[in-house]
């Protein structure tokens, strides 16, 4: 059972929907203009690099976004609450939802319809807060092309890597930059919760990065240890690891 404290889940806000150190874009002009519920953290990536371009908008026929992240040459992950449609309370077909890999504002590396999607068992969009279903809010569509294979994908990090204090990096199509990725580089993982399968870190969250990837990086190799979930009452991010689906998803 996940051991989140009371304060925690009262406070658990969900979100809707090669060289990273490099290719910052523009950062430090947006800070200058930047609405005040904007972390500074944050900075626009350029999107036609690796790992940026592997990370893309998914969109809901026009009802919406989250981010999704491919992890192979023709899947997406990104997290379950994001396929839920709260006005009908049913799932978004397969058919209207696109993954557009590496969005930037008018410009995309590829996109590609899903064909199906697969949502964790033991998710239940109606108990979005309970401690059971946060750890399985996780998603993996299927698109009709296989984009990785051009474009490169995320392999999963193992579970020697979910240690409190490991740095990790944080990303998104955020409801305030809907159209371009934005990327925290400076933080860490804070807690771990019932086996390592959810964590908390210091990253700064808000409205559409839902689904977004946290990264680890070791030299030049770029692992994904686990997707956004919610965010708390001061906008930290909780991220379920990549502990609770890799069985799923790699069958190890």
């Known amino acids: 059972m996940l051991k989140l404290i009371p304060l925690l889940l009262a406070n658990l806000l969900l979100s809707t929907a090669s060289s990273a150190t490099d290719t910052d874009k523009g950062g430090d002009d947006w800070q200058q203009v930047a609405p005040p519920s904007y972390p500074l953290e944050r900075k626009w990536v350029s999107s036609n690099e690796y790992p940026w371009r592997a990370i893309g908008r998914i969109n809901l026929a026009g009802r919406g976004h989250c981010t999704g992240t491919l992890i192979s040459e023709n899947k997406v992950l990104t997290s379950a609450h994001c396929l839920w449609n709260k006005s009908t309370n049913r799932w978004f077909p397969a058919q209207y939802i696109t993954f557009v890999a590496g969005s930037e504002k008018e410009s995309y590396q590829a996109y590609a319809n899903a064909t199906s999607y697969q949502v964790a068992d033991q998710f239940f969009p109606d108990r979005l807060s309970d401690p059971e279903s946060i750890k399985h809010d996780w998603a993996l569509l299927e698109l009709a092309k296989p ?35 934005t ?64 069985k799923n998803i790699t069958g190890q």
């Open 147 to 181: 984009l990785g294979k051009q474009l490169g994908y995320l392999p999963l990090a193992d579970s020697t890597q979910i240690i409190a204090n490991k740095a990790l990096i944080q990303t998104g199509y955020r409801a305030d930059r809907a159209f371009v990725l």
């Open 183 to 246: 990327v925290e580089k400076n933080c860490w993982i804070a807690k771990t919760y019932d086996n390592l399968k959810v964590a908390q870190t210091s990253c700064h969250t808000i409205s559409g990065d839902s689904g977004g990837p946290a990264l680890i990086r070791n030299q030049d190799n770029w692992f994904l240890i686990g997707i956004h979930r919610g965010r708390t009452a001061n906008n930290k991010s909780l991220i379920v690891t990549s502990e609770s689906f890799r």
